[in-house]
Nanobody
Framework: QVQLVESGGGLVQPGGSLRLSCAAS?????????MSWYRQRPGKQRDLVAR???????NYADSVKGRFTISRRNSKNTAYLQMNSLKAEDTAVYYC????????WGQGTQVTVSS
């Protein structure tokens, strides 16, 4: 069973930056997986934030374009989400997922943007 562990969340002031990491284990051929970041605000559904394919193509939610960057390091079985110019509305639990034939999820990491 693939395991995903997110890290890097925390409390940051508006305008600040955070980098989230998603480390995969018990995974065969990490490079073949599509990796994504989702977020879930209180009382809301889980929404896609960013996705990176096995070939390196990326797409982003409109609300984060130009501020967030998704990347991956296949040699480390890790995906990243660099978040800049953070806003209060970015406050959420952030989850990573790995998808090939099945989709696997991490446990989430809290990001709070507040002064």
């Amino acid at each position: 069973q693939v395991q995903l562990v997110e890290s890097g969340g925390g409390l940051v002031q508006p305008g600040g930056s955070l980098r989230l990491s998603c480390a995969a284990s018990r995974i065969f051929s990490f490079r073949d997986y599509e990796m994504s970041w989702y977020r879930q605000r209180p009382g809301k559904q889980r929404d896609l934030v960013a996705r990176i394919t096995s070939g390196g193509a990326t797409n982003y939610a409109d609300s984060v374009k130009g501020r967030f960057t998704i990347s991956r390091r296949n040699s480390k079985n890790t995906a990243y989400l660099q978040m800049n110019s953070l806003k209060a509305e970015d406050t959420a639990v952030y989850y990573c997922s790995a998808k090939k034939l099945s989709t696997y999820w991490g446990q989430g990491t809290q990001v709070t943007v507040s002064s």
